[in-house]
């Protein structure tokens, strides 16, 4: 895969009591060039139960849409918060990911609508390095801490890096703040976990529909994990993680090498992780689930591990099921077919 390995924070929503928890909390998962999504998380919220969840997965948007039910004679008022993945300062122009908002702290274009209405929402940013939070030292220092303002921009981490002396340098390096490259130039050593949030207001024995969509972060890469030799244990493990069939590869071969529309094609290929399992955590299971995974292109091809999913076409996946419990995540694999030029 292409792109820095990032340490990732499970990308969700995550709802809890205001009265009973903190605004928000940020937590780091594993390192990953891919950037995994995920969908709402409860504080075990046993008066709330999820009616139905819609959700659309591509590799330029994903979609969903809850509809809650508050079971309960109360209204029940809580803190909404949408976390980002956890990333590093981006290092160059033009690497692996688009940070789409360009310096804006929504890199993922993240939206998300109330009932209908949309949602404003408020903005945390936190610097983390060796697990610790170390926001505060970085703006004692005046040193910018985002992710997503590229390195030739005045208001960029390293741009803040450069003006400090040595000794200050030496502090921040004891603190798993900054590298030194070998050119003996200073780079960020932490990476920034982003926190969108606001309050709902969930009302008593009635239907709260949430929707929201971004723009997911892919992991990709110029050599599909896609071979017909049995020896290639890259191609092994992938068949496995993402359910590729013998016979899907043969059709990915026949279609490359023109043997279906008379067109050769090149495959590349791009990774997107799905957090499902959290679904766990409100009242009794998802009432009724809905999934559709879809590639770019007709001819591109979609792979994923999930009992019940069912293949609708070589770009196309699908599942329906009434009392969904989701109790693994979703690692997604688009094949992508670029026509070579004859």
């Known amino acids: 895969m292409s792109g820095s390995s ?101 890199f993922l274009n993240f939206k998300t609508r109330v009932d209908g209405q949309p949602v404003v929402t408020q903005v945390e940013q936190k610097a983390l390095a060796l697990g610790l939070d170390r926001t505060e030292i ?65 009302p008593a024995g009635k239907d709260t529909v949430i929707e929201h969509e971004y723009q997911p972060l892919t992991g990709s890469s110029f050599d599909a994990p896609i071979s017909r030799k049995p020896e290639d244990e890259y191609a092994a ?6 359910c590729i069939s013998g016979e899907d590869t043969k059709a990915i071969y026949e279609l490359h090498e023109g043997k279906v529309d008379g067109k050769a094609y090149t495959a590349f290929s791009e990774e997107l992780g799905y957090i499902l399992k959290t679904a766990a955590n409100w009242s009794g299971p998802i009432n009724n689930f809905h999934l559709v995974i879809e590639a770019r292109e007709p001819v591109d091809f979609a792979f994923a591990c999930l009992p019940g999913l069912e293949r609708k076409s070589q770009s196309r996946l699908e599942m329906s099921q009434d009392h969904f419990w989701a109790f693994s995540d979703l690692d997604v694999l688009f094949v992508i077919s670029k026509p070579l030029d004859n």
């Not at 924070?9 to 780091?28: D, E, G, Q």
């Not at 950037?35 to 409860?42: D, I, T």
């Open 237 to 242: 493990r992938a068949m496995v993680r993402y």
């Open 6 to 106: 990032m340490m990732v924070s499970a990308l969700r929503f995550l709802v809890v009591l205001a009265a009973v928890m903190p605004p928000f909390t940020a937590v780091a998962n594993d390192t990953s060039a891919q950037m995994a999504a995920g969908g709402l998380v409860f504080g075990k919220q046993l008066g709330i139960s999820m009616q139905s969840e819609d959700l659309y997965i591509s590799p330029d948007i994903v979609r969903v849409r809850y509809v809650f039910h508050n079971k309960t004679d109360k209204d029940l008022e809580t803190i909404v918060a949408f976390p980002l993945p956890e990333a590093a300062p981006s290092s160059d122009t033009g690497g692996g990911h688009n940070f789409y908002d360009g310096v804006s702290a929504n």
């Open 138 to 202: 970085l703006k004692k220092y005046h040193v910018p801490i985002e992710s997503y303002i590229p390195p030739t921009d005045q208001r960029s981490a390293y741009h803040g890096l450069s003006r400090l002396t040595e000794a200050q340098w030496d502090e921040l390096a004891a603190l798993g703040l900054l590298k030194i490259d070998s050119q003996g130039h200073p780079s960020p050593g932490w990476t920034v976990a982003t926190v969108f949030y606001w309050n709902q207001v969930f």
